[in-house]
C-alpha cells in the first residue's frame, strides 16, 4: 500500500488519497488520477485517454491466473506463497486474481496469511478435486533400505531415520497414499479412528480401548490460587450498568451476567479473548453447584496427576514404562460430557504418580468429587450406612499414548526424539508390500490465515495433515459448557464475503475452519469433512463481557449442502457445527452424521436470528449422553444491537424443515438446555424425545412436529420447567407417538411441567396436539399430579390441551407412512429468507 501511494498519489492528502481509492479518480488541481492509468493527465488530454481507460477498467475484471508447478504455463510459481505475493503486484481495481493449483499435493512450509491485500483472491483446484494442500512434510521410506524386524504377533517394525531439519517434532504420521492416519502408540490398544467410547459407563469398556475410571487411586487436584475476578450483574436491577433490564426468566440466575478469570482460572484457560463463565462463583444450571463450589475455593476440579495403585495390574503396567516423559492421557467426564488430555512431565515410579504439565483445558467445566456426585463414580468410598466419605475427583474411562513399550499393534507408531527416528508398525499385508512409501509428518495447525481480506474464494481444494492442537491452550466461550482452541486448518476473521466451496477436508488432527472477529457474509458450502480430531466448523465471537455491541462477532454465515462425517476421533466435545457469540447464520441443505456429541452446538442465544433448515441428522451423541443432535444453552445474556432496540432479547432462532434422529447417546432432536429461548421449532421430523425446556428457558414456539418417542429417561413428548406470565412456550399442533419408555408405569405418559396446571397464567400453551400411546390414555405429569388428556380438558375448561387428542400407537406400517407424508408436505416449505 505504501508503495502504491508512491506511485499514484504523490503530494495528496490522506483524504483525497483515501477518497480515490473509495471512488476510483480524484480530481487534484488541473490532474486526473486514474488508479487503471496509474499516473496522472492534463485535463485536456482526458478526454482522448478516455477509451484506454474503459478498456483497462474492463481488463480489471478478468481474471489473472498464477499457477503452481507446472512449468509450461505462463506465470508458474513454485509455491503457493510465491504467487500470492506476485499476485500483490497487481493494483488493488484488480477484481480476480486466481492461484490455480496443480492436481497432487502441494506441501506449505508455513502457514499462509492472507491480508487487506489479498482481497479478491481465489485459491482453486482442480475440477475434478484431486489437489490438496497439506500442513506436513513429506517424508519418503525406501522399505529396502531401513532397518525392519518381523514382530512375534505378526507386523514388520520399521526404523526411519528423520533429517529433514523442518521436521522438529512427530506429534501425528499420516500417509500419502492412500491417505491413513497413523496412532501413537497406545494402551489399551484400539484402532483410534473407529473405537467408540460408549456413550454408557458400563457399556463404554467393552472393546472400547479404555481403563476403567474405577482404576485410578487418585486423579489429584490443584492447589487453591488467589487472583481470580469475579463478575456479577442483576440485570433485573434498572439500576444495573448495561442501561438494560432482563427480568423473563423464573430462574433468576439467568436474569445475571456472571462470569471470572484470573487465578487458577488462567492456569487452565486462556482467558485472553473471553473470561470464563465457569469460573465464576455464581455460575447457574445443570451441576453447576459443582463449578462453584471450585471457583469459591479458588481452584477448578481438573487434575493436575494420576495417582495408580502399585500393586495392581494397572500399576504394574504403568510400571514397565521407562519413561513416561511427553506421554499423552486421555480422560472422558464421568457423564461423558467431554474428554482431556495431558502430557506428562515426570513419572515418580516409588510413589506411583504421574504428573501433568500441557493441557486439561480442553472442557470447559470442571470434573466433580465422589462427594459432590455420589452417584458417578461406584468406586468412591462409603461409610457402613452407604454416606460418600471420599472427596477425590471422578473421572471416566482413560487411555494413555506416546509411550514407547506400547508399540505394539500395526498401525503404531512412536517418535524416539534422542535419535531422530520413527518406530512404525505395519501389518503382514502391508509388509509384504517391498515399494517405497510416503510419509506425511503434519508440522502446521493453521494452513490458511485469512485476516483483513474480503472476497476471497476458495474452491475445490482439499486440505489434510494439519498437527494435533488438542494441548494448545483452549478458551471458555460463553456459557455453554464448551471449551475451544481459537484456531484451525483453516481462520477466517475480519473478512467479508469470503467463500468456502467444494472443498474436503480429511484427516486433520485439529479443527477444519473457525470464523473470528468481525465476518460477515461468510459461505461454507458443498464441501466434505470426514476424520478429524475435532470439529469441523466453528464460529466465535468477542463481547467486552455482556456488551458485543460493537460488531466483533461473525454473523450472516451460510452454512449449505456440507457433509460431515467420522469427526471428534481426538476431542468428544466436538461437532459439526459450533458457535458461541454468533448470530443471523443460516445451516441449511446438510448432511450430519457419525460424531461423537451433538451435530449442530449453539452455545449462547447471542443475537438469535439463526435458521436451521432442511437438515439430516444422525447417529450424533455417539461417544455421549445427556445431548440431542442439536444442542443449545442460553446461560449467559448478551447485548448485541448496536440500535438498543432488543436489548438481551433477540429474533427468534428457527428451526424447521430438518429430519433429526436421536439414537446411539442422544435424548431429543433438540435438546434446548439451560437457559435456551426465542426457539421457533416447526415441521420436524424427530425419532427421539420431544420438547425440552428445563432450567429457565422461555418464548419458544413447538408447533407442527412429528415426534416418533423412542426410550431415553422419559420426557417423552414434553417436558418443561416454570414460566414467568406472558413468558410460557406454546406446544401446538404436533403428532407425538410414544412407542415405548423406560420407567414404571409410562405407558402412557407423554410428559411432564414442573407448574401446576391450575396456574393457568403461568403453564405453557398446549393445543391441537395428536398423542399416541400403548393403550390410548396420553396423560400429563404436572407438578406431582397425572391427568390425562380428557380429564385435563374438561377439569381446566379447555385452558389446558384444547383440541387435542389420544388414540392407541397404530401399527409400524402407518408410522412409516406418516413419515413419508411429512417429508412430502416438508418440499414446498423449505425457503430460506436471503442472508
Known amino acids: 500500500d505504501a508503495l502504491e501511494i508512491k506511485t499514484r498519489c504523490d503530494g495528496m492528502s490522506l483524504d483525497e488519497v483515501m477518497s480515490m481509492r473509495r471512488n476510483g479518480k480524484e480530481s487534484r488541481k488541473k490532474k486526473i488520477y486514474d488508479p487503471f492509468t496509474l499516473r496522472g493527465t492534463n485535463a485536456r488530454d482526458a478526454n482522448a485517454s478516455t477509451a484506454a481507460a474503459q478498456k483497462r477498467r474492463e481488463n480489471a475484471d478478468e481474471c489473472r491466473d498464477f499457477y503452481i508447478g507446472d512449468s509450461s504455463l505462463p506465470d508458474t510459481y513454485p509455491t503457493?506463497?510465491?504467487?500470492?505475493?506476485?499476485?500483490?503486484l497487481?493494483?488493488?481495481?484488480?477484481?480476480?486474481?486466481r492461484i490455480v493449483l496443480p492436481p497432487g499435493v502441494t506441501y506449505l512450509n508455513d502457514t499462509l496469511k492472507l491480508g487487506r491485500r489479498d482481497s479478491h483472491l481465489t485459491i482453486q483446484g482442480a475440477d475434478d478435486g484431486s489437489s490438496w494442500i497439506s500442513g506436513g512434510v513429506p517424508l519418503m521410506v525406501s522399505k529396502q533400505d531401513v532397518t525392519s524386524s518381523e514382530l512375534v504377533g505378526g507386523g514388520i517394525r520399521y526404523e526411519i531415520p528423520v533429517t529433514d531439519p523442518n521436521i522438529k517434532e512427530v506429534s501425528g504420521l499420516f500417509r500419502l497414499d492412500p491417505h491413513l492416519r497413523y496412532q501413537q502408540a497406545r494402551w489399551p490398544n484400539a484402532d483410534t479412528e473407529r473405537t467408540l467410547w460408549r456413550g454408557d459407563e458400563a457399556d463404554m469398556l467393552k472393546g472400547s480401548g479404555l481403563n476403567d475410571g474405577g482404576k485410578v487411586k487418585e486423579w489429584l487436584k490443584p492447589e487453591a490460587m488467589e487472583g481470580e475476578e469475579f463478575v456479577y450483574i442483576d440485570l433485573s436491577d434498572p439500576r444495573n450498568p448495561t442501561g438494560h433490564v432482563k427480568n423473563d426468566t423464573t430462574m433468576s440466575a439467568y436474569n445475571t451476567y456472571v462470569s471470572g478469570k484470573g487465578g487458577m482460572c488462567d492456569v487452565i484457560w486462556d482467558t485472553s479473548y473471553s473470561s470464563s463463565y465457569w469460573c465464576a462463583d455464581r455460575s447457574a444450571g445443570g451441576w453447576a453447584e459443582v463449578d462453584n463450589e471450585f471457583a469459591k475455593a479458588g481452584t477448578v476440579g481438573l487434575p493436575v496427576g494420576l495417582a495408580y495403585y502399585k500393586d495392581d495390574d494397572v500399576g504394574q503396567h504403568i510400571a514397565r514404562w521407562a519413561n513416561a516423559t511427553n506421554a499423552i492421557v486421555h480422560a472422558r467426564h464421568s457423564q461423558s460430557w467431554f474428554s482431556n488430555m495431558w502430557e506428562v512431565t515426570t513419572h515418580n515410579k516409588s510413589s506411583g504418580v504421574l504428573n501433568f504439565g500441557r493441557g486439561g483445558s480442553q472442557g470447559g467445566r470442571s470434573w466433580c468429587r465422589c462427594d459432590q456426585c455420589t452417584y458417578a463414580g461406584p468406586w468412591c468410598k462409603r461409610d457402613d450406612d452407604g454416606k460418600v466419605i471420599d472427596d477425590r475427583l471422578?473421572?471416566?474411562?482413560?487411555?494413555?499414548e506416546n509411550v514407547l513399550e506400547e508399540l505394539d499393534a500395526p498401525g503404531e507408531f512412536f517418535y524416539v526424539e534422542s535419535t531422530g527416528t520413527i518406530l512404525l508398525l505395519l501389518n503382514s499385508t502391508e509388509a509384504t508390500d517391498k515399494s517405497d512409501m510416503v510419509l506425511v509428518v503434519p508440522k502446521l495447525a493453521t494452513l490458511i490465515d485469512i485476516d483483513g481480506a474480503d472476497y476471497v474464494t476458495i474452491s475445490n481444494v482439499g486440505f489434510r495433515d494439519a498437527r494435533k492442537t488438542y494441548l494448545e491452550k483452549h478458551g471458555v466461550p460463553s456459557g455453554g459448557d464448551w471449551s475451544l482452541y481459537k484456531g484451525a486448518a483453516i481462520q477466517i476473521a475480519n473478512s467479508l464475503k469470503t467463500t468456502v466451496k467444494g472443498c474436503t477436508f480429511s484427516r486433520l488432527d485439529g479443527s477444519a475452519i473457525i470464523l473470528t472477529e468481525r465476518t460477515r457474509q461468510i459461505t461454507i458450502e458443498e464441501c466434505e469433512f470426514e476424520w478429524l480430531g475435532e470439529s469441523a466448523m466453528a464460529a466465535w465471537g468477542y463481547t467486552d463481557e455482556w456488551d458485543g455491541r460493537d460488531g466483533r462477532q461473525p454473523r450472516d454465515t451460510l452454512i449449505r449442502r456440507n457433509v460431515v462425517r467420522e469427526i471428534g476421533i481426538y476431542e468428544k466435545q466436538s461437532s459439526a457445527w459450533f458457535q458461541a457469540k454468533s448470530c443471523n447464520n443460516r445451516l441449511v441443505d446438510n448432511i450430519f452424521f457419525n460424531m461423537p456429541r451433538a451435530a449442530i452446538n449453539i452455545n449462547d442465544g447471542f443475537g438469535g436470528n439463526n435458521v436451521i433448515m432442511n437438515n439430516l441428522l444422525f447417529n450424533t451423541c455417539r461417544e455421549s449422553g445427556d445431548h440431542g443432535p442439536i444442542n443449545t444453552w442460553d446461560r449467559q445474556p448478551f447485548l448485541w444491537d448496536a440500535t438498543g432496540q432488543y436489548g438481551f432479547n433477540t429474533p427468534p432462532h428457527i428451526v424447521s424443515n430438518n429430519f433429526l434422529v436421536a439414537n446411539y447417546g442422544a435424548s431429543q432432536g433438540l435438546d434446548n438446555d439451560d437457559g435456551s429461548s426465542f426457539y421457533h421449532i416447526e415441521r420436524n421430523i424427530m425419532l427421539g424425545e420431544g420438547l425440552k425446556a428445563d432450567y429457565g428457558g422461555h418464548d419458544s414456539i413447538f408447533r407442527d412436529n412429528l415426534v416418533i418417542v423412542s426410550p431415553y429417561d422419559g420426557q417423552n413428548c414434553i417436558n418443561v420447567n416454570f414460566f414467568k406470565a406472558g413468558h410460557q412456550h406454546k406446544f401446538i399442533d404436533n403428532v407425538c407417538a410414544v412407542l415405548s419408555c423406560r420407567q414404571r408405569d409410562c405407558d402412557d405418559l407423554i410428559g411432564y411441567t414442573y407448574d401446576s396446571c391450575s396456574h393457568t397464567e403461568t403453564f405453557p400453551l398446549l393445543a391441537n396436539n395428536t398423542y399416541y400411546?400403548?393403550?390410548?390414555n396420553a396423560s400429563l405429569n404436572c407438578a406431582s399430579d397425572t391427568f390425562s388428556i380428557d380429564?385435563?380438558?374438561?377439569?381446566?375448561?379447555?385452558?389446558?390441551?384444547?383440541?387435542s387428542s389420544s388414540h392407541v400407537l397404530?401399527?409400524?406400517?402407518?408410522?412409516?407412512?406418516?413419515?413419508?407424508d411429512k417429508i412430502t408436505s416438508m418440499k414446498g416449505r423449505n425457503k430460506v429468507s436471503p442472508i
Open 810 to 820: 397404530p401399527n409400524d406400517d402407518v408410522i412409516t407412512r406418516w413419515l413419508f
Open 80 to 88: 503457493i506463497h510465491d504467487a500470492v505475493d506476485a499476485a500483490r
Open 90 to 97: 497487481l493494483p488493488p481495481s484488480r477484481k480476480c486474481k
Open 394 to 400: 471422578i473421572g471416566g474411562g482413560w487411555y494413555v
Open 791 to 803: 380429564v385435563l380438558q374438561k377439569r381446566f375448561n379447555n385452558n389446558i390441551e384444547a383440541g
Open 773 to 776: 400411546t400403548k393403550n390410548g
